[in-house]
């Protein structure tokens, strides 16, 4: 099985600040990579797919970029709506397996 | 617009069997995957399966093989996720989302409490 593992687990910053989220994944998942952004008591939300591409209606703050192992999510100027938790997703598909990282709770400073 | 809309809370005891439903709409309810995800309080995502309507392919977590199973009503575009031998540390909020690749469209959540 592919484990992922997201850092940092918990994160603290500034309104405007960069903040950047990392993934590594246990072996090549090529770009079979998603970020989502929950908060508390809603469904997650999806942000990124496929490592770097904007879901439609996100901010383009938002980013994501990497390909094989390592991999980057990245808020440019961080805004107060930002605060929830972050997760990581890959995907095998064939067959149709996921896996979570464990999480990264995004607090404002 | 798409909507997943998934059945109410539930309260079971240990050793009983829970089957969530997802009702799909505004999209071709075939043409998609369906993932099932949850969430223990406190904890993060939890990827329990994955059901294709088109052809009923289903993977399921190691985890939970044996224990869950992922159903579909093509006719109702609805989803079921029925788990057994429920056990306490299978509280949890239980997610159904449109996926095929990411999930791009998720349900409410329903909770699934497990207590004696």
């Known amino acids: 099985d592919i484990q992922m593992t997201q850092s940092p687990s918990s994160l603290s910053a500034s309104v405007g600040d960069r903040v950047t989220i990392t993934c590594q994944a246990s072996q090549d998942i090529s770009n079979y990579l998603n970020w989502y952004q929950q908060k508390p008591g809603k469904a997650p939300k999806l942000l990124i797919y496929?490592?770097?591409n904007l879901e439609t209606g996100v901010p383009s703050r938002f980013s994501g970029s990497g390909s094989g192992t390592d991999f980057t999510f990245t808020i440019t100027s961080l805004q107060p709506e930002d605060i929830a938790t972050y997760y990581c997703?890959?995907?095998?598909?064939?067959?149709?397996?996921?896996?979570f990282g464990q999480g990264t709770k995004l607090e404002i400073k | 617009q798409v909507q997943l809309v998934q059945s109410g809370a539930e309260m079971k005891k240990p050793g009983a069997s829970v089957k969530v439903s997802c009702t799909a709409s505004?999209?071709?309810?075939?043409?998609?995957?369906i993932s099932w995800v949850r969430q223990a309080p406190g904890q993060g995502l939890e990827w329990m399966g994955w059901f294709n309507p088109s052809n009923e392919n289903t993977n399921y977590a190691q985890k939970f093989q044996g224990r869950v199973t992922m159903t579909t009503d093509t006719s109702t575009s609805t989803a079921y996720m029925e788990l057994r031998s429920l056990r306490s540390d299978d509280t949890a909020v239980y997610y159904c989302?449109?996926?095929?690749?990411?999930?791009?469209?998720w349900g409410q959540g329903t909770l699934v409490t497990v207590s004696s």
């Open positions: 989302a449109r996926a095929t690749g990411a999930g791009d469209y």
């Open positions: 997703q890959q995907y095998d598909h064939v067959p149709m397996l996921y896996t």
């Open positions: 505004g999209y071709t309810f075939t043409s998609y995957g």
């Open positions: 496929d490592a770097s």
